[in-house]
């Protein structure tokens, strides 16, 4: 008895999930529509620009997003604050992040890194978030992007890299320095059970409230983990575990950075 009801558990489950992989495609669209004020037929005009910190940042968290925002055949830049240098590797890991990209369908001329001798990749230091707002807003203004994708405040990992990209783009939101049709969002950090579960906590990511819920099938994580292969230099056992069960092989929720009154001075 015990055992055929655990049975329909988990075959209603696996109902759900295909649903939802179903609705996906028609629900993602209509997200960025409410998000940036398009049409259905205008999402090539997206301009969407991802700020990470370290090479391999993009495909182990952010993957799916692009991968589905390339298929909408929008504009998809990467801005990567750093080379990668903690061990010394900044040159072959640069090479690696082009890689990355032609996986994930980023030709190399929307690829920006960053060489600051202030912006090292290191756990331990304080990125100046002056200087990141600096640099980030020069982008912006640069290519006129309507989406801005980043970490949240905890950054996925707890890397203070990546939470001082946050901190960055929070503070232009709140100075009202982005430009009004500019949407900011931050990727959302989640537990550790759900962060291991893979496919399974997709029910939960569309549950929970999100602006934008982007979620890809077997084809996609195969793209992503071909991206996440090109870094050789960080295939460490654990990354290994990381590819097969981290949901952000598959799966990316954000929320909306709320922006400011425009031209505020914040001292």
């Known amino acids: 008895m015990y055992l055929f009801a655990a049975v329909f558990v988990i075959f209603l489950y696996y109902i759900w999930i295909k649903y939802i992989f179903t609705r996906h495609r028609r629900t993602f669209t209509d997200s960025l529509q409410s998000l940036l004020q398009i049409s259905r037929t205008d999402c090539g005009d997206i301009r969407a620009l991802f700020v990470t910190a370290h090479p391999d940042d993009e495909c182990m968290f952010f993957a799916p997003t692009f991968l589905r925002l390339a298929e909408l055949k929008a504009s998809v830049h990467l801005l990567c604050l750093s080379e990668g ?66 970490f949240d405040g905890k950054g996925v990992s707890g890397h203070t890299n990546h939470i001082a990209i946050y901190e960055a783009v929070r503070h232009l939101a709140a100075s009202g320095q982005v430009p009004d049709d500019c949407c900011l969002l931050s ?81």
């Open 85 to 150: 240098n903690f061990y010394n590797q900044g040159a072959e890991r640069k090479q690696e992040l082009a890689h990355s990209c032609e996986e994930l369908g980023i030709p190399a001329s929307r690829v920006t890194i960053i060489n600051h001798k202030n912006l090292p990749d290191d756990p331990k230091a304080e990125w100046s978030i002056s200087l990141l707002s600096t640099v980030i807003m020069k982008q912006i203004r640069t290519h006129s992007f309507n989406m801005v994708l980043t």
């Open 187 to 267: 990727l959302v950090t989640v537990g550790l059970i759900r962060k291991y579960i893979s496919f399974l906590d997709l029910p939960l990511s569309w549950l929970l409230p999100s602006c934008l819920c982007c979620v890809i099938g077997s084809q996609g994580y195969k793209q992503a983990k071909a991206a996440m292969l090109c870094h050789r230099t960080q295939l460490l056992w654990f990354r290994y575990i990381y590819i097969t069960l981290s949901r952000y092989m598959l799966v990316n929720t954000f929320q909306i950075i709320p922006q400011g009154p425009k031209n505020l001075k914040i001292y």
